[in-house]
């Protein structure tokens, strides 16, 4: 049964709290021997009912990015006009929010929503489990990533039916993540928006309850 | 900048290969500063608009518990109910689906669908990113309750909607994990799942396509 030392702990939450959500890529291309690595480290996400409901598609075509270039391009003014008014829109424009041209690679996670149907395990009460699953092995890729020195930004100001159209996804076929990948220009030491000023860390015990919501615990 | 070497890098693999859904647990509980380093796991996680949409309800009360459990009992009835005529129905109903009792910790990990309202940033088109946002801490925390020893089982086996009532959760606040926490019996080489004969590993490489849906890398 393998068990790990302090040390390899401490390995863990370093590369846990070295992970960043990057939008400015060099353009030098993952190595395939590291793209396998993240993807088998994904794959051996936990899924429910052992489902692995999870596709990857590698996009490298510049026209197929192009396209969801503009369709991120076309919902950020949506978002951007949201902000009319708002002390924050000047901030807001200032952020670069994808890096879907400049990242060597972008990869779509999707979840197939009738694999193993007729009988979902786990699903019977809360059906969006396969898509929960379909998350944990993005974290999975993130992290195997970082310790690669591979970054990883999600990019979700994308209409996903849209990109779905694109992607040529059947219906049963969900989008969950649309990535973009490669090196970075840089690991930042604090995430982006926290940079920028846009929101801060909270304080962790302020979030944790003991036996029902809103109940500090002991 | 940190860097990792290919001795971190090899840490990281040999906790996500070792990491299991556990459901057999010893009765001893996990010591607090265990217990902290998983929740600042979690709370490293990425979150869209760096929103740290989570909160966790640890659940030590045995009448919550028991409450919960009898969810599981009605759940799993109805579920059985479905595989009525279907060859693996006693295979499911050998299966152990949860620890809620023997667990020292259950632990409620929870969304809050209005924190940073009324602006969601990242959320305009993918509405749902808050529950994916928070599926990541959950992995992070899985992840370090592994290096530490320590075994998570990720029960879905239950109505949320009643769920969320035992935990008085106000209505923006969307259950999205109900996890069983503490030290497992022991940690298998393979998913239950898969050693039960319910499922096997799929093929990484039968999952991932280039460009488009169902176009296999060149």
Known sequence: MTSFNTNERDVL?????ARRDIR???HDS??????????????YAPSVG?????????I???????RIKSLFEEANQEELAKLSGDERSDLYKSLKLEGI???PLNLAVT???DRDAPFHLGQGQMPEMDLYSTCLAVQNLWLAARVEGVGVG???????????KILELPNHIQLVAYLCVGYPIEFKDRPMLEEAGWKSRLSLSNLVFEDRWGHSPK
């Open 101 to 103: 041209m400049e990242a």
């Open 13 to 17: 939450h370093r590369i846990l709290r």
């Open 24 to 26: 400015h890529f060099r």
């Open 60 to 66: 490298r075509s510049l026209d197929v990015r192009r």
């Open 154 to 164: 999600w990019v979700s100001i994308i209409d996903p039916e849209k990109t779905a």
């Open 30 to 43: 993952v190595p395939e021997e590291v793209l396998t690595r993240m993807l088998e480290a994904a794959h």
């Open 50 to 58: 052992f489902k692995q409901p999870w596709n990857y598609i590698l």
């Open 111 to 113: 979840c197939d929503r």
